[in-house]
């Protein structure tokens, strides 16, 4: 065998034990809810399909068809999944992942709600807060009458980008909740209120709705990729799910 031969072959043995070393990227551990939208409504986990009420599947943001579903607030559209138990968190830890192209912020709207309008009341990720230019999460404990993580209105914050795709990752830890957008990690930090947890109520998981104290923020564009782990995903997990 020639000698340079022989030199490359060690070289590269080297690199690929490097980047397997180097590596910390795991997105399939702590994934408790996958909904894909790829010309289906199925939650991949736990095998649920969700009931559409007037939702329509688009182009995604990487153009292809029928991948992401388009919403009308007109239309009060939305999709209904059932009481899934794992996108309720108990222990306060998660990490929650989204796609969404924004096309007005004329009236308040939610990206995905597990919560009633009328009681039982988790969370929901929307834009009701500054003017409806950022994202939250938005959150409380069952009864409606305190949050979990931050004091209204919430610190971790995503600023909206109108009919443009943006990659959304809320994560908490236990003590504090952080948002990245676009895989980048923005200011605000929302902190646990002591004593304070979620409970897992009956209310259904939905997508493209959100409502709390008697009033229904549906959502106006396409929506994609959700997401929801147990755990805290780190910063390369974040930018691989982003990229």
């Known amino acids: 065998m020639p000698k340079i031969l022989l030199l490359i072959i060690p070289f590269l043995i080297c690199c690929n034990k490097e980047k397997e070393t180097t ?9 408790q809810l996958n909904i894909l939208f790829d010309n289906n409504l199925l939650e991949d986990i736990n095998k ?8 329509t599947f688009v182009n995604d943001r990487k153009n292809i068809a029928n991948s992401a579903v388009h919403f009308n607030r007109a239309d009060s559209a939305e999709i209904i999944f059932g009481d899934i138990e794992n996108a309720s968190f108990t222990n306060n830890i998660f990490s929650i992942s989204c796609w969404v192209l924004l096309e007005d912020t004329l009236k308040p709207c939610a990206i995905l709600s597990k919560r009633s309008a009328y009681g039982g009341f988790e969370y929901s990720i929307d834009n009701h807060f500054r003017n409806k230019q950022f994202f939250n999460f938005d959150n409380w404990i069952a009864s409606g009458t305190n949050t979990v993580y931050g004091i209204d209105p919430l610190n971790a914050s995503a600023q909206i980008n109108i009919n443009t795709w943006q990659h959304l990752v809320f994560v908490a830890d236990g003590s504090t909740l952080k948002v990245y957008q676009n895989g ?20 259904p998981l939905v997508i ?27 910063a390369d997990e974040v930018k691989a799910l982003y990229n």
């Open 23 to 31: 590596t910390n990227v795991n997105l399939n551990d702590g994934l």
């Open 48 to 55: 649920m399909n969700g009931v559409s009420k007037k939702t």
């Open 184 to 203: 980048v990690l923005q200011n605000g930090i929302d902190n646990r209120n002591i004593n304070e947890s979620f409970t897992n109520t009956d209310k």
């Open 208 to 234: 493209g709705n959100g409502g709390g104290y008697g009033r229904n923020y549906y959502f106006q564009g396409a929506i994609d990729d959700i997401k929801m782990y147990n755990r805290v995903l780190n």
